[in-house]
Each structure stands twice: as C-alpha cells, then as structure tokens.
C-alpha cells in the first residue's frame, strides 16, 4: 500500500456542530471519517480534563475510523520563564497530558512552549532544564513531545528555538506550525523552494528520522511587524477584494498557501500529519489540500 500523508482538523469546526454528529465530541472521528480526512488534534488547550468514558470513545472510534490522533496541550504552559511555580505548573500539564496519550493510544503531544521574560538564550536554556524533568517519562511511556512553533516575534518557538529543545531532549520533534513560521518571519513562504529550505535545515540539524516526525500546522494568517495577527481561511481575500469570475487572485489572498507547500512535501516523499488550524473552516482547508496532494500522487 502506497504511504501518505494524513490531513485533518484541530477542534471541531463549525461543520461538525452543525452535523448529526454533535451531541458527543467523541464522534468526531466518525465525521471526519465521512467527510474524507484522517487526523485529528484534540484541543486540551484550557485543560487535561477529559472524563475516562470519553477517552474511551475517543479511542475505540479512532481505531474504528482510522483516525490519527493527538494531543494539544494547554496553552498557559510556559517553559521558559523564571516563576518556578509555572514551571511546575507546566511540567504538571505536560505529564497529565502523557497519561491521557496512553488512553487514547497515541504517542504526540503538541504545545506552545511559551513568552521569553528575559533574553532568548537564558529562556531557551531554562527551557531545556524543564524539558529534562519530563524526558523520563517521555521515554518510559513511549511519547512524543512536539514544541510548536510560534506566531509572536517575541514568543519563545522560532524555527531556531524548536530545533535547540530537540536536539538536546529525546522523544521532543518539531511542530512545524507554517503559518505562524511565515508570520514571525515577516511573510518568508511563498514557493515550493521556501518550504523545501525549512525541511532541509530540520533533515541538516536534526537528521532524517527527525525530519520524519515532524508534525505540521498549516493554513494562512495574518501578520504585521510583530508576527501573527490571525487566523484565515484559505479562501479569504485580502481587504474584503472582490473576487472576480475567472480569476484566482492568488496575490490577494492571504499566505501561506497550501499549493507550494503540497508539492515540496511530495517533492521529498515526506508524509506527515498535516493540521488545518484555518479559521472556521478547519474542514474545508484540509479537505483542499488533501484533493491536492492526491492529484500529485495518485499512482
């Protein structure tokens, strides 16, 4: 059987309230699996709070449906930051979080990795002392831990940064979140080469295993001097232009767009699990690329 890449949604989107299958979060994979996509990140984004009985669903209907899963840790995990007391906090969700890999039979768990209080290398530094606190139970558990990168220039989680926390913790990968990497980088993901430059300086520094962990983030934002103001929809114009029949206005919409990216994946015979974080329209943004993607690779 021909390997792929796998696409989906982070949360639910509007659709799946709006469908027959809403009365339980539970059911998403069953939704997912009719619509046409295979991933899932579940968004523990205020919590690991999730009830046994629903990771139970979670579980037996990804198995079911052939859905891959994982984790989206909280978001006021902070590792880099002096306040011991949010360290602890932080080692505490993460570890929380493993616990519910276990149940839900998968082995990521996506997070922000944080601000910077001080200078960049003093918290990448502090970053990596509170990593090591979980790497014991990372490896133990056989888990995986993916830093993600960050949309704020002044958020700890450039590409730079992601690299330094895998190079020196084991079972941590790359979450390459692209729209946010385009965003803090002043728009820098336009063509195909754009994308092939960021999995090759991931396959230089961290080696080729690595590079096939990655996990990706992947829709169009909008971004000024300081990085990621918000996210878009792929189909979303630029300034409220008016689309005009017959034209793809590809220069009016907002980046990065899925068509380069697709075809550097393809390109070097990458196949990872590809998230759709676009605004309201996580479904139709991964059902998009996935017809794209297909198109390239269909023998």
Same mark, same amino acid.
């Given at each position: 059987?021909?390997?792929?890449?796998?696409?989906?949604?982070?949360?639910?989107?509007?659709?799946?309230?709006?469908?027959?299958?809403?009365?339980?979060?539970?059911?998403?994979?069953?939704?997912?699996?009719?619509?046409?996509?295979?991933?899932?990140?579940?968004?523990?984004?205020?919590?690991?709070?999730?009830?046994?009985?629903?990771?139970?669903?979670?579980?037996?209907?990804?198995?079911?449906?052939?859905?891959?899963?994982?984790?989206?840790?909280?978001?006021?995990?902070?590792?880099?930051?002096? !306040?011991?007391?949010?360290?602890?906090?932080?080692?505490?969700?993460?570890?929380?979080?493993?616990?519910?890999?276990?149940?839900?039979?998968? $082995?990521?768990?996506?997070?922000?990795?944080?601000?910077?209080?001080?200078?960049?290398?003093?918290?990448?530094?502090?970053?990596?002392?509170?990593?090591?606190?979980?790497?014991? =139970?990372?490896?133990?558990?056989?888990?995986?831990?993916?830093?993600?990168?960050?949309?704020?220039?002044?958020?700890?989680?450039?590409?730079?940064?992601?690299?330094?926390?895998?190079? !020196?913790? $084991?079972?941590?990968?790359?979450?390459?979140?692209?729209?946010?990497?385009?965003?803090?980088?002043?728009?820098?993901?336009?063509?195909?080469?754009?994308?092939?430059?960021?999995?090759? $300086?991931?396959?230089?520094?961290?080696?080729?295993?690595?590079?096939?962990?990655?996990?990706?983030?992947?829709?169009?934002?909008?971004?000024?001097?300081?990085?990621?103001?918000?996210?878009?929809?792929?189909?979303?114009?630029?300034? !409220?232009?008016?689309?005009?029949?017959?034209?793809?206005?590809?220069?009016?919409?907002?980046?990065?767009?899925?068509?380069?990216?697709?075809?550097?994946?393809?390109?070097?015979?990458?196949?990872?699990?590809?998230?759709?974080?676009?605004? =309201?329209?996580?479904?139709?943004?991964?059902?998009?690329?996935?017809?794209?993607? $297909?198109?390239?690779?269909?023998?």
């Amino acid at each position: 059987m021909q390997q792929l890449a796998r696409f989906g949604v982070a949360g639910n989107p509007p659709h799946f309230w709006e469908s027959k299958y809403s009365k339980e979060r539970a059911n998403s994979p069953e939704w997912l699996d009719s619509i046409g996509l295979d991933a899932l990140e579940i968004q523990c984004t205020y919590g690991i709070r999730m009830p046994d009985e629903r990771a139970k669903m979670f579980l037996e209907n990804s198995k079911k449906y052939n859905i891959a899963l994982s984790i989206h840790a909280p978001y006021y995990i902070n590792i880099g930051v002096e !306040n011991q007391k949010t360290l602890d906090n932080s080692v505490s969700e993460i570890q929380k979080a493993i616990v519910l890999c276990k149940k839900l039979d998968t $082995k990521k768990i996506i997070f922000h990795p944080g601000g910077i209080p001080k200078s960049r290398e003093e918290s990448c530094n502090k970053a990596i002392k509170t990593l090591k606190r979980v790497e014991a =139970d990372l490896i133990s558990n056989d888990v995986y831990l993916y830093p993600e990168i960050g949309g704020k220039c002044g958020q700890l989680g450039s590409l730079e940064d992601i690299i330094f926390f895998c190079k !020196n913790v $084991k079972n941590v990968y790359p979450c390459l979140d692209l729209a946010h990497l385009h965003a803090r980088t002043n728009g820098t993901l336009y063509t195909k080469q754009d994308f092939l430059n960021v999995f090759k $300086k991931v396959e230089n520094e961290l080696g080729n295993d690595a590079l096939h962990k990655i996990h990706i983030h992947m829709y169009p934002v909008d971004f000024g001097t300081g990085g990621e103001k918000a996210h878009k929809a792929f189909d979303d114009l630029k300034d !409220n232009t008016q689309l005009i029949l017959g034209s793809d206005h590809t220069e009016e919409r907002y980046t990065p767009r899925y068509e380069p990216f697709i075809e550097a994946i393809t390109e070097m015979k990458l196949y990872p699990t590809i998230i759709c974080e676009a605004k =309201d329209s996580q479904d139709v943004g991964a059902l998009a690329m996935k017809k794209y993607y $297909k198109g390239l690779n269909h023998n």
